[in-house]
């Protein structure tokens, strides 16, 4: 085969498929801390900035300040993010409840206030016995 027929094959190809590789949808993920919940949305704290997610309506329970979680880019653009986890708190203790026969945890306490004095819960120790 003729070799500037091979460089424009070879060219061809490589233009659709940095064309193709352009189209292609995708979506990022990062990880941040929660700052702020004004229901449906949360404000997150990254590394560089503060950015407002949508928050699903399965989370709404789960989901508190202070929270690490997963925050995706649902369409690779900016134009909306989502949270869609938790991995953990920055906070040094949080109260889960645990359901012994799902094996595993099914709902976290959002806010814990003494609404007689105000005291929120990050001043608040629950103890079981």
Not at 17 to 37: E, L, Q, W
Not at 70 to 97: C, E, H, W
Not at 115 to 127: F, N
Request: hydrophobic share 40%.
């Amino acid at each position: 085969m003729d070799t500037t027929l091979q460089d424009s094959l070879l060219k061809t190809i490589d233009i659709m498929v940095s064309d193709g590789i352009k189209k292609a949808n995708y979506t990022s993920s990062v990880i941040g801390k929660v700052i702020s919940i004004n229901l449906p949305d949360c404000v997150v704290a990254l590394t560089n900035n503060d950015i407002t997610c949508v928050l699903p309506e399965h989370l709404h329970n789960w989901i508190q300040k202070d929270d690490v979680v997963i925050v995706q880019d649902l369409y690779g653009d900016n134009t909306k993010k989502a949270v869609v986890g938790k991995v953990g708190s920055s906070r040094p203790a949080s109260f889960v409840m645990y359901d012994t026969a799902l094996a595993g945890g099914i709902s976290g306490v959002v806010v814990t206030e003494n609404s007689e004095t105000g005291i929120t819960d990050d001043d608040i120790v629950l103890e079981l016995e």
